[in-house]
């Protein structure tokens, strides 16, 4: 069917958009097409401040901390400070960052009002401005496209960002779907009567009502809990990409800590909110720390919220498992396994024979051990190990005479001299990998031959002098 004349004119207006051009690396091709600021010295710093957040930034902790030193407080607003710290929090952790940054559900209409004030109470920005760079930070983390680059530093992601002109402008990042929006064109349209009705004078109005203290209403549940919310979402910029571990993946900054959790309203699962930025959850454990979770599956119970994403369990084990394996295999590294077979010296029966008599060698799985470190360490005497010098001991080691433990096993591949020209007797071939190295933690690349390092040979030719 032809397209209509609709649908052709937003394929037009897809096909000017940058990222649909098809590039070898976009970022590079953004970057070589983007002019920056240039880096910030003594002479240019005053011109390239940004006032506004400057003064914000510096005025309400300012004001907290001189409130705090001349406001008595009264246990009434102690308490409202503390709620209304987690509901302005919530409306950035569960709106700006989960709903409309990231659509992992969907809000009804009195969530989402309730959630664009209460956003507009932590003075972040319009929910437009804050989802388009946190949409860019996800595309473009650890690179100069990210407006909030961990690799700059702490500080630099935390606030440092924002007291300065951008350097770059944030890579492209689409936010019509927030433009078609009506709570968030409502919210841009008063943003300014928003944000001082909700930051200063609501927190002040409920508790000057309620128990008759403005003054501490503004000092403590406005501009102490005011700092408190700024400073709890600059950590998920800063110390979540800065403490912690990766247990989902290593390829970029993200981290999983407790403690980050603890002051961001739960969303300190960092690592795992990177790979999986949809899921309504930051943490899947159920003792894990994420009251926005809770919140926004409480919301679902009564009706507010509705079509939670999550991530399928089968991914997320992918991600854990890999990580798993890397560990693993790095502590495989750090252990000294036996010679393998292409790197010891082939040779004859005779050859075994003649040399059996200078030295105690012992054939097991065809590999031939020279036992004269052993001889008198051996629990089943040395007596025992003489009496095989220059033979076939397999079928006594395997049971013959004694079943050995697999660490026995272990144990005895680390005396391999050299192989048996002819093979594996017996065909024992299992056997003739010791125990420790049946499982092992094989790159794809050597997953031909995992027993064997890529680009080796296991020639039994030839005759060598062990
Ligand atoms: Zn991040
Ligand atoms: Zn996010």
């Known amino acids: 069917m032809a397209p209509t004349n609709a649908a052709r004119s937003s394929i037009a207006t897809e096909e000017a958009l940058p990222d649909l051009q098809a590039q070898d690396n ?10 920056s600021r240039p880096p910030i010295t003594f002479s240019n710093v005053l011109s390239e401040i940004n006032y506004l957040n400057l003064i ?15 406001t008595e407080l009264r246990w009434e607003t102690t308490v409202w400070s503390m709620l209304y710290y987690l509901i302005t929090g919530l409306g950035i952790t569960a709106g700006y960052h989960r709903l409309w940054s990231h659509r992992s559900y969907n809000a009804s ?66 936010v019509s779907d927030l433009s078609r929006t ?20 609501f927190p002040t109005a409920v508790a000057w009502l309620l128990w008759g203290d403005a003054r501490g209403g503004f000092f403590f549940a406005g501009a102490a809990r005011l ?42 699962y960092h690592n795992f909110h990177h790979q999986f930025p ?8 159920w003792y894990q720390y994420d009251p926005t979770k809770w919140f926004i599956w409480v919301c679902s119970k009564v009706g507010l919220a509705s079509h939670l994403k999550s991530f399928p369990d089968n991914e997320v084990k992918k991600g854990e498992l890999t990580m798993q394996l890397k560990r693993l295999r790095a502590e495989q590294e750090r252990i000294t396994w036996p010679e393998e077979s292409h790197s010891l010296p082939v040779i004859s029966w005779q050859s075994f024979q003649e040399q059996s008599t200078k030295r105690p060698l012992v054939l097991v799985t065809g590999f031939i051990h020279d036992v004269s470190g052993f001889l008198d360490e051996h629990p089943g005497g040395r007596h025992m190990l003489a009496k095989y010098m220059g033979r076939d001991a397999t079928t006594a080691f395997f049971g013959g005479v004694y079943d050995h433990s697999n660490a026995a096993h272990n144990l005895l591949s680390m005396m391999r001299v050299g192989v048996l ?17 049946r499982l092992r933690v094989a790159r794809n690349d050597e997953l031909a031959n995992p027993y064997s390092s890529p680009g080796s040979s296991s020639g039994y030719e030839g005759e060598e002098i062990l």
């Not at 976009?26 to 002019?35: A, D, P, R």
């Not at 968030?184 to 930051?199: E, N, T």
């Not at 299992?430 to 190295?437: F, G, I, L, R, W």
Request: glycine fraction near 8%; proline fraction near 6%.
């Open 109 to 174: 209409k009195p969530l989402e009002y309730f959630l664009a004030m209460a956003g507009s109470g932590a003075v972040q920005g319009s929910i437009k401005w804050w989802s388009r760079n946190h949409r860019a930070h996800h595309r473009y983390t650890d690179t100069d496209l990210d407006p909030y680059d961990a690799r700059k530093g702490f500080w630099w992601s935390h606030v440092g960002w924002m007291l300065v002109k951008p350097r770059i402008k944030p890579g492209p990042a689409d």
């Open 421 to 437: 020209c002819g093979g594996v007797p017996h065909a024992l071939e299992e056997k003739a990998v010791p125990p420790s190295q």
């Open 26 to 35: 976009f970022v590079e091709h953004i970057l070589k097409n983007t002019t």
């Open 227 to 268: 700092c408190f919310v700024h400073h709890s979402t600059f950590c998920v910029n800063s110390l979540a990409h800065w403490l912690g571990d990766t247990p989902f993946d290593d390829k970029h900054s993200p981290k999983n800590h407790f403690i980050t959790a603890l002051v961001t309203v739960g969303e300190g």
């Open 56 to 70: 914000i930034l510096t005025a309400i902790p300012a004001l907290s901390v001189y409130g705090a030193c001349t």
């Open 182 to 201: 009506a709570v968030v064109r409502w919210q841009h349209r008063w943003y300014i009567y928003l944000i001082v009705g909700m930051g200063l004078v």
């Open 278 to 285: 949809v899921d309504y959850r930051n943490a899947i454990k």
